[in-house]
Structures are given as structure tokens and as C-alpha cells.
């Protein structure tokens, strides 16, 4: 089935909004920089999962599933946007989450759990299968047949849904009658780099896809996944697009001080500037692990040249996760400068 066609339940708002950034384009003084609001995709406050999740849960539904299983960190946006799916769907949520019990709950955690998910907190990583196993189990026993969403939801059958998005960018580019050279979005477990890059060439769209990685990566690995994952995906959807290193473009920044930081989800203080500069020039909110880093890269981007030359139009795909600014740790981590905003009364 062509994928235009393909089966899958309505969980978002579309198209997300495609905007012009007025005052980061006049700060930067080169080309047209636009914003692809995914963060507003819905539900739960959404984020780029719910485009994965509408073909996912399809297949849930239509294989009479009626729980959902999924994975990541404890504060994983994918886990809480597919928790919002489920019990949209009437599905029950299944969290197991890796890194232990917080013994606090906030940011996405909060969520989950407001959502009524069943939180299975795993302290080591590697034993992460073997807990999903005893839970499936456990359900079964009492009548449930599980649906198991991999990890991101990246699998091939959750690519459609960022494949689709960029003929979704092509009609917003039409209507609006703008030209865009270049796409940057974020690269975590795949789905979405490598479903746009398929996009792109799937719709002969006329811009390339960048991408900044989310945790620190040697050179080369992430290419030569992307490169199988996006032909993987490309065979099951049948689109007749092969993906080469060629078209697999990451932006890794300076060796002593990557865009991806020191650490997944470690707070850094380059990262927090570039949360602040399109907050305070656009009243947008990115999150620290993730969009925060590759707006710290599209910044660079388009002020270095290398990858954005001067006069070229830019879009950056905002992904989602600002609920990360209310975990612990980052508010943690920003107070002393944040507090330099308050002032005290005498009143
Ligand atoms: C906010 C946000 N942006 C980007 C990504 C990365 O997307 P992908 O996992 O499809 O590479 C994630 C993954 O969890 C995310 O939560």
C-alpha cells in the first residue's frame, strides 16, 4: 500500500504550525528562519512521538491489543506522549523505565502518573527486557493482549509518520509561498532524521535534512545507522528511495564543546543559553536535552555558514520535551541565573 495510504488513528492537531522567527531571523541578520511547531502536536503536549504513534496504535487496535508497553529514561517524553495516546485510545499505559526509582516525581513523571500509567522503574538498564517479559506476563494473566512500542517508537512502521510530515512541510511551503533550504531536527533513536531524509527524497523536496545528536557519539556510527535504519524503513513502506551516507548530514559542533553536551540529559550551561535566547526572542520554550541542543546548533548553523549559507531559508523542527525544564535537576540547575530576573519588594 502506498504510504499516502496508509492505516492510522488520529492522535494530533495538523498540520503543526510553520512559522516565521521574526526576531531570531532580524538577530541573525542571513536568511529566513522558520519553526515547525511539533511540540504542539498533542496529546499529553505531544511532541514528534504522536506522528510515529498514529501508525503504531493502528496496528494496536486493529491486532486487539488493549494495554501498551513502551520504554526509555525516567523523564521520557515518548513514554508520556504514548501514556496520552493509550488512554486516548482507551488503551491501557505500561511504562517500564530505566534508571531506578526517583523516589520524586516531575517533569513527564508527573504526567505519566496523572495519566494513570503503570510505572515499572528498572535501576539496570541491561535487565530492562527481562522486567518487560515479567510484566507482559503478568497482564496476560489477567486478559490483556500488550502492544509493545520499541523504544522512540522507531521502528519502520513509526518512520511513516515523519516520512508524511514533510510532504505536510511541502503544502505549508506552497501556501505561505516560501522557499526553505535546509531542515534541522534532532537525532535520538532515528525515527525522525531518518524519516525525514526519506521524505525528502520520497517527495523530491527541495531542501536537505541536518541533524544534531542528543548524547555524545563517535564520528561515523550514527551515519552508518541512520543510513540502515532509513532503508529498512524504505523497503517495508516500498517507497524506492535508497538512503546513502551521502544524505546523512549531523552536525556535531566544536570537539571540546559538542552541541550534544557532555551527557544525555546533563544539564549544560551553552545548551541553557540557547533555551533562553528563543525564549526570550520568541516566547518559545525548547527543552534541555534535546530541541535545546539542536537550536544551539541551528544558531551556529546559520551564523557559521557551514552548513546554512548566508541568504538561505531555515526551518527547525521543534520537537517537543519542555516539560523537561520542570524536572528537579534542571530547575536545579537554572535558578542562580534565572533568580537574577526577581526582584524584591518592600511590599
Ligand atoms: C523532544 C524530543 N526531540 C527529539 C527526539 C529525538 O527523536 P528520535 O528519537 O526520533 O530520533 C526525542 C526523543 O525522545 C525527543 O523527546
Redesign the pocket.
Known amino acids: 500500500m502506498a504510504i499516502e495510504n496508509l492505516k492510522k488513528v488520529q492522535l494530533g492537531h495538523y498540520p503543526t504550525p510553520l512559522e516565521k522567527m521574526g526576531n531570531i531571523t532580524k538577530m541573525l541578520g542571513k536568511g529566513d528562519l522558520y519553526i515547525k511547531r511539533d ?1 504542539t502536536t498533542g496529546p499529553a503536549f505531544g ?3 504522536t506522528r ?1 504513534l498514529e501508525y503504531l496504535l493502528r496496528e494496536a487496535l486493529d491486532t486487539g491489543c488493549t494495554a501498551v508497553m513502551t520504554f ?1 529514561g525516567t523523564q ?3 513514554g508520556r506522549t504514548t501514556v496520552g495516546a493509550a488512554v486516548k485510545l482507551g488503551l491501557k499505559p505500561i511504562l517500564v523505565l530505566s534508571g531506578g526509582d526517583t523516589g520524586y516525581l516531575s517533569g513527564n513523571l508527573t504526567l505519566d502518573a496523572l495519566m494513570g500509567a503503570d510505572i515499572y522503574f528498572v535501576k539496570d538498564p541491561a535487565k530492562t527486557q527481562e522486567v518487560a517479559r515479567e510484566v507482559i506476563k503478568k497482564y496476560e494473566a489477567n486478559g490483556d493482549k500488550v502492544y509493545v512500542v520499541p523504544a ?3 521502528n519502520p512502521l513509526g518512520a511513516a509518520g ?1 516520512i508524511m510530515s514533510v510532504k505536510e512541510i511541502l503544502d505549508q511551503m506552497k501556501e505561505q509561498n516560501i522557499k526553505i533550504d535546509h531542515v534541522v ?9 531518518a ?1 525525514m531524509i526519506l521524505g525528502a527524497k520520497y517527495f523530491k523536496a527541495p531542501f536537505d535534512i541536518i541533524a544534531v545528536p ?1 548524547s555524545p557519539a563517535p564520528k561515523g556510527q550514527k551515519e552508518k545507522d541512520v543510513v540502515k535504519f532509513a532503508n529498512e524503513a524504505s523497503q517495508f513502506h516500498g517507497l524506492g528511495v535508497t538512503v546513502t551516507e551521502d544524505d546523512v548530514k549531523i552536525a556535531y559542533g566544536p570537539d571540546d564543546v559538542p552541541y550534544s553536551g557532555e551527557a544525555y540529559n546533563k544539564p549544560d550551561p551553552v545548551t541553557r543559553q540557547a533555551i533562553i535566547t528563543l525564549a526570550k526572542a520568541e516566547g518559545i520554550m525548547l ?1 534541555p ?3 535545546g541542543k ?1 537550536f544551539r546548533g541551528f544558531l551556529d548553523m546559520v551564523k557559521d555558514g557551514k552548513y546554512i549559507k548566508e541568504g538561505e531559508s531555515a526551518l527547525f523542527i521543534h ?3 519542555a516539560m523537561a525544564l520542570w524536572t528537579k535537576e534542571h530547575l536545579d540547575d537554572m535558578q542562580e541565573q534565572l533568580r537574577a530576573n526577581c526582584n524584591t519588594t518592600e511590599m
Open positions: 511540540d511532541g514528534n512521538k510515529k526509555g521520557t517524553n515518548h522512540g517508537g522507531s515523519y531536527c534532532t537525532v535520538g533513536s532515528m525515527g525522525t532524521f524519516g542528543v527543552d536535552t534535546y530541541t539542536t520537537t517537543g520535551g
